[in-house]
């Protein structure tokens, strides 16, 4: 079965940190760039972080530069999200997307809550 499960959200105050964690499984995930995305209620859902297949190129949204760091471990067909001095603004359903050439992939997302 493919899948991407998402765990590691959660509710913390402003200036913690989340690692979120997305694991894959029922494809060769080392083929694929891997994506986190997030979500805000009322808003669309905008792209957080890439990195690529080997890890070896990320890129991320201008307003998480410095703050999260996307990494990923293919032995442990494993994508995560290191987010640290977290903003309420930071509040939404975060999701991880795998894709390659006509194939994408899609987790069910993780909730978190940055208030004080």
């Known amino acids: 079965q493919v899948q991407l499960v998402e765990s590691g959200g959660g509710l913390v105050q402003p200036g913690e940190s989340l690692r979120l964690s997305c694991a894959a499984s029922g494809f060769t995930f080392s083929s694929y760039g891997m994506s986190w995305y997030r979500q805000a209620p009322g808003n669309e859902r905008e792209l957080v972080a890439t990195i690529s297949t080997t890890g070896s190129s990320t890129n991320y949204a201008d307003s998480v530069k410095g703050r999260f760091a996307i990494s990923r471990d293919n032995a442990k067909n494993t994508v995560y999200l290191q987010m640290n001095s977290l903003k309420p603004s930071d509040t939404a359903v975060y999701y991880c997307?795998?894709?390659?050439?006509?194939?994408?992939?899609w987790g069910q997302g993780t909730q978190v809550t940055v208030s004080s």
């Open positions: 997307k795998a894709s390659r050439t006509f194939h994408t992939v």
